[in-house]
C-alpha cells in the first residue's frame, strides 16, 4: 500500500541532521526516561548522548551492521573507551532535548567527541567521549582515512 511518502517524510528526521559543526539530534524525554519524580534518571542521559553519537555515525556512512558483519573486510566495532559528564541542570518528563555532537580530535584509533544535551539554549548535560574502533581480537585499528574527513568538523576541516 503506498503510504504517499509519509514514510520517506518520517525516516528523514528520525536521525538528526549533520550539522557544519557536527551533528544535531532532536529527542523527547518520555515517562521511561524518568525516576519517580519527573525528573530523568541519570543513567539515562548516556542513552541520549548514545543515540546522538550512533546516528551521527549513521548520516556520516558508517553503520554499526556493516562493521560488525565485516562487510569492510575485518569485522570491527565502536567501543567507548573513556566519557566524561558535567550534569548541570536535569531534564524532565515532556521536555523536547537537543543532543549535540561534534569532533574534536582524531588520533590512530581513537575518536574524541564533544557532547552537549540542552533544552532549548539551556544546556543541561555536556560529555567528552573517546572512543575507539577494535577489531574482532579486541585490538585498536586504525581510523579509516575517509571516516576522517566525514568526521572532522567542516568549521574545523577548513581552518587546518
Not at 521511561?32 to 550512533?54: K, N, Q
Amino acid at each position: 500500500m503506498d503510504d504517499h511518502g509519509e514514510s520517506a517524510t518520517l525516516l528523514a528526521g528520525i536521525s538528526g541532521a549533520l550539522m557544519p559543526f557536527g551533528h544535531r539530534l532532536m529527542a523527547r524525554v518520555y515517562y521511561a526516561d524518568t525516576d519517580f519524580s519527573g525528573v530523568v534518571y541519570h543513567a539515562r542521559y548516556l542513552e541520549f548522548l548514545e543515540r546522538g553519537r550512533s546516528d551521527y555515525l549513521r548520516l556520516t556512512g558508517v553503520h554499526h551492521t556493516e562493521l560488525a558483519s565485516g562487510s569492510h573486510g575485518e569485522r570491527i566495532v565502536w567501543v567507548v573507551r573513556r566519557m566524561e559528564i558535567d550534569f548541570r541542570a536535569p531534564a524532565r518528563i515532556d521536555d523536547i532535548l537537543t543532543v549535540d555532537t561534534r569532533t574534536e580530535a582524531i588520533s590512530g584509533a581513537r575518536i574524541f567527541m564533544a557532547q552537549q544535551l540542552k533544552r532549548g539554549e539551556e544546556v543541561l548535560v555536556e560529555a567528552k567521549v573517546e572512543a575507539a574502533i577494535i577489531g574482532e581480537n579486541g585490538r585498536p585499528r586504525r581510523f579509516p582515512r575517509e571516516w576522517v574527513a566525514a568526521f572532522m568538523p567542516k568549521s574545523r576541516a577548513s581552518a587546518d
